[in-house]
């Protein structure tokens, strides 16, 4: 494996254990506490835990990103999935 997408699964590993502390600590998931926090509907009172939160919130999307370009461009059993015909049907 790429050792480029090493470090970004190990990025994403560690900003994801740390949303997972925040979240357990606060009650709330990342992806709602983020979007509270962005559109200002979060009472923080200046609470530093919020702006770290975030920034790991960020940092775990951007590596997601990061990842999916990677691997969607680069790993040869994602383009050894492109071949396979799926049936859709359920029976």
Known sequence: MDTHLI???EDLHAAE???QQFE???GILSEYFFDAYTNGSL???GNLDFAEWA???KSKQD???RYRTLVI???PFIK???KIQFDETIA
């Open 17 to 19: 254990n740390k949303c």
């Open 80 to 82: 050894s999935l492109n």
């Open 7 to 9: 470090d970004i699964l």
């Open 43 to 45: 009472d923080d009172d």
């Open 63 to 65: 590596r997601l990103r």
């Open 24 to 26: 357990k600590k606060y």
């Open 55 to 57: 920034g790991f919130y």
């Open 73 to 75: 461009r680069e790993s």
